[in-house]
């Protein structure tokens, strides 16, 4: 057993898969599993951040007049924002929109224009990473 800072408990059961976190009165408040043919006879409970090697990954497809473009970043736990910047050359691309991380990927509307970029941004607002400029498709 691991007694957590803000008074829960996270159990783990031994040579079972499974793990329990209970609150001070006793009630369940996270409950999970190793996947099959997984085990662990110790579990603690940690603040965890990610940052991965790799980039953000970006797609974006462009109807018309205006362009959905598809930002995630597998792993990265500090994103708390995407800005997106877009211009006519890949040389000249200025920020559109700025909009909040949205679970594993978010998806946003911006008018049409020939090159686009992300950033993804801390809470903070410092740039995490930011993958190579691209061209929507269908654009």
Known sequence: MQQLADGNWMV????????TE????????????????????RVYREAWSGQPTEAPAVAATADGATTTVYASWNGATRVSRWQVLSGPSPRDLTPVLSTPREGF???????TRPYLRVRALSAAGRTLGSPATIKPAGG
Not at 12 to 19: A, R, T
Not at 105 to 111: D, E, K, W
């Open 105 to 111: 990927q978010t998806n946003v509307t911006i008018p």
């Open 12 to 19: 783990g059961w031994g040579g079972l898969p499974n793990f």
């Open 22 to 41: 209970f609150n001070a009165g006793g009630e369940i408040v996270f409950d999970g599993q190793f996947p099959p043919g997984e085990s662990s006879y």
